[in-house]
């Protein structure tokens, strides 16, 4: 299970919005002498990220939680939302490349749009239907 510390911020029924704080990075990331990593971290999770979990623990508000998310779960979700894109990328040249052939067009012009409009049809479905992964309180703090 992958674990996270966060802070309860407020409470909903039976859900709780937990606000997770942004990961640490070794010293040699923090002084900019790093591997690089840390520089990538820091772009994309810089700022605190909200959950709505079931308050299963009956935790108040300000109580520091641990949440967790199973490790399959997560591998499935991010096969489902990876996977769909890849599909449609492929599916989309091969269809554009057919496409072109048959229409004695270039290849490569059609392949490439038809990919593009095969990868934003996926977004939407996407979007419609998103990759899930369900996260649970585990413990206090």
Sequence with gaps: MITQQGSVVSLSGDRAIIETEP??????????????????????????????????????????????????????????????????LVVGAAAGHALALSLGWPTDPVSVMMAGIAVVMAAFVLRRRPARVDARLVGDS
């Design 23 to 88: 990961i640490q990075h070794c010293e040699a990331c923090a002084a900019g002498r790093g591997c690089g990593a840390g520089l990538f971290a820091r772009l994309l999770s810089s700022r605190a990220t909200r959950l709505e979990v079931p308050n299963d623990l009956d935790v108040a508000t300000g109580d520091r939680v641990t949440i967790g998310v199973d490790e399959r779960g997560l591998v499935r979700a991010s096969l489902r939302l990876y996977g769909t894109f890849l599909m449609a």
